[in-house]
């Protein structure tokens, strides 16, 4: 079984980091010191559920962790800079900082370093996330030592909900747009005006209008989606609002 590191300190560790074109160290001090921070681990970079579910919802929440007083989301993973860098820019979740244990120093000092030859993976870090506060680890939420790869209950919104019981989540609201559509531009403005978060698909580079025809029944844009409903375009959007 693993154990937890509630109460305890995060282990010192250095890590050896790229930024640009110059090696840059980072020390625990550096990332927790003053701080609270959230922490999610993960057995690797490009890997499915790690670039599927784990890595986006945190990205997603980012700023609604921030209202809650978290200052910064830590990604660990055993893997060198160049790999994390790319992962981040792959994934564009560019409000999370990307922690290289290369050596996996950090989790092996959190119990967490796992066998994973099976894969060929050589050592790796098991599933888990924790808040720490001054780098104190306050809670912890480790996947059950089970076969495979768990994902249960390190995810963002198991540490939300921990952190405030109470708060509701925005639901998620995407629009398919296309660049230079008057439409498009009065649809975003609306959502922006509401402070309302929104992932935007811009026809042609994102996706076709067979795309859009294919989930809407429809050609035109702006077409907009609040939490899994299909709410149409920029007016059906202001009707909508208005609610």
Not at 161 to 186: I, M, R
Request: aromatic residues 10%; charged residues 25%; hydrophobic residues 35%.
């Amino acid at each position: 079984m693993f154990q937890s590191h509630e109460g305890k300190k995060v282990p010192h560790v250095t890590f050896r980091t790229r930024q640009g074109d110059q090696w840059a160290d980072i020390t625990t001090e550096q990332l927790f010191a003053g701080k609270t921070v959230i922490v999610f681990s993960l057995p690797g970079a490009f890997t499915p559920t790690c670039s599927s579910t784990h890595l986006p919802r945190y990205n997603e929440l980012q700023p609604v962790f921030k209202k809650l007083g978290v200052d910064d989301i830590l990604c660990v993973s055993v893997n060198d800079t160049f790999v994390m860098n790319a992962w981040k820019d792959d994934q564009k979740a560019d409000k999370i900082t990307f922690i290289p244990d290369g050596n996996g120093e950090f989790t092996d000092g959190m119990g967490m370093l796992v066998g994973k030859e099976d894969l060929g993976f050589g050592k790796r870090s098991w599933r888990y996330s924790m808040l720490v506060k001054d780098g104190v680890v306050e809670k912890m939420f480790i996947e059950p030592n089970e076969p495979g790869d768990p994902f249960k209950v390190s995810d963002a919104d198991t540490m939300l909900k921990h952190l405030d019981p109470s708060f509701k989540v925005q639901e998620s609201v995407a629009l398919f747009t296309k660049p230079g559509c008057p439409y498009c531009a009065k649809a975003k403005q609306l959502l922006i005006d509401r402070g309302i978060q929104y992932e935007e698909i811009i026809l042609g580079k994102d996706a076709t209008t067979v795309s859009l025809r294919a989930v809407t029944g429809r050609t035109s844009v702006p077409q907009v989606f609040i939490g899994g409903q299909h709410i149409g375009g920029s007016d059906d959007l202001e009707t909508y609002l208005a609610k």
